[in-house]
């Protein structure tokens, strides 16, 4: 199966529609207030009327625990999927089972790929640890545990630090379901950049196309090189 590619962090009709223009499967919305990327509800239930009908609309929430607030903002908004980026329990999930929801974890070096399992969601994404931020960091984290994670699930969706220049290497060791793409693809914090943005989808095409064909790296590959 193709990767697929989630552009997130987008504040504008013109930054998601060319995401999708380029290639994107999905564009995702921040709804967190503490992010540099976070936009209004009311703002996004507008994008979300010119997008197209088949596009994949993803809300980020961190640490919503009024479910009510949750449920509402997906109403109004028209998401496809909800994903979770905070601290949210399996049992908080699974109250959202009416909706497709992504549990997003933090991996740092103590994180144990077998954690995964504790969440009975669609999709589970990885990535890097940050003690003040929540996605959006441009940090990398160990690729190895993500492929350690993925026998746990049945689909995984790589993030942190993901950009023009590393994304094959990426796909190629992980073989992800997924990869979730924000600061790298960016010009500053909300404004995505479209050379850089095009670049990257351009590399997935071709990765896409590459992985068919030789298989995926191995770690050793790619840890020294």
């Known amino acids: 199966m193709a990767v697929k590619v989630k552009i997130c962090g987008n504040t504008s009709y013109d930054d998601a529609a060319y995401a999708l223009d380029c290639g994107a499967d ?3 919305f921040v709804f967190y207030e503490k992010s540099s990327r976070h936009v209004a509800p009311s703002t996004v239930a507008e994008i979300a009327k010119k997008l197209p009908p088949f596009a994949v609309k993803v809300g980020v929430f961190v640490n919503e625990f009024d ?4 449920r509402s903002i997906a109403e109004m908004c028209h998401l496809s999927v909800i994903q979770l980026h905070g601290g949210e329990s399996p049992e908080y999930c699974s109250r959202l089972s009416d909706f497709t929801v992504v549990k997003a974890l933090r991996v740092n070096d103590d994180f144990d790929p077998a954690h995964v399992r504790d969440f009975a969601v669609p ?3 990885l990535d890097a640890y940050d003690a003040d931020t929540y996605g959006g960091t441009g940090r990398l984290f160990d690729w190895s545990k993500a492929v350690a994670a993925k026998q746990y699930v049945s ?9 023009p220049e590393n994304v094959a290497q990426a796909i190629k060791l992980v073989k992800p379901y997924g990869i979730d793409v924000c600061s790298g693809v960016e010009s500053k914090p909300g404004q995505k950049d479209k050379l850089l943005l095009r670049s990257l989808l351009n ?3 071709r990765t896409r196309a590459d992985v068919g064909k030789t298989g995926p790296l191995s770690q050793n590959q790619w840890f020294n090189g």
């Open 26 to 28: 999905a564009v995702g």
């Open 67 to 70: 479910l009510a607030v949750v």
């Open 123 to 125: 999709a589970i994404l």
């Open 155 to 163: 689909s995984l969706i790589l993030a942190g630090g993901l950009n």
């Open 203 to 205: 590399e997935v095409e």
